[in-house]
């Protein structure tokens, strides 16, 4: 059971990105999908969620509009659709979901914001 992250890169403000989140090893299409971000010194917190069919998702205030989370269960893959990106969208992004054994984390990639 893992996710692989990638897609993460340095970016100008008012640039965008697209992260992938590949999930391997469980049932990709049975469960929701999470992308959180850690800031350098800050906790991690989450950013936007999507459901197991990819009908409905929600989005934290910081990203609502310039982000879109999306998902093809066909390649068991995750999107995170970055707009007009802010240098306090900087840091490592991760996709997590919970399993009935544990709680699954990717590894991360990481996006930086500056000009």
């Known amino acids: 059971e893992q996710f692989v992250e990638s897609g993460g890169d340095l970016v100008q403000p008012g640039g965008s990105l697209t992260l992938s989140c590949i999930g391997s090893g469980f049932a990709f299409s049975d469960y929701a999908i999470f992308w959180y971000r850690q800031a350098p010194g800050k906790e991690r917190e989450w950013v936007a969620g999507i459901v197991s069919t990819g009908v409905g998702a929600d989005y934290d205030d910081s990203v609502k509009g310039r982000f879109t989370i999306s998902r093809d269960n066909s390649k068991n893959t995750a999107f995170l659709e970055m707009n007009n990106l802010r240098l306090e969208d900087t840091g490592v992004y991760y996709c997590?979901?919970?399993?009935?054994?544990?709680?699954?984390w990717g590894q991360g990639t990481r996006v930086t914001v500056s000009s």
């Open positions: 997590y979901t919970s399993l009935p054994t544990r709680n699954l």
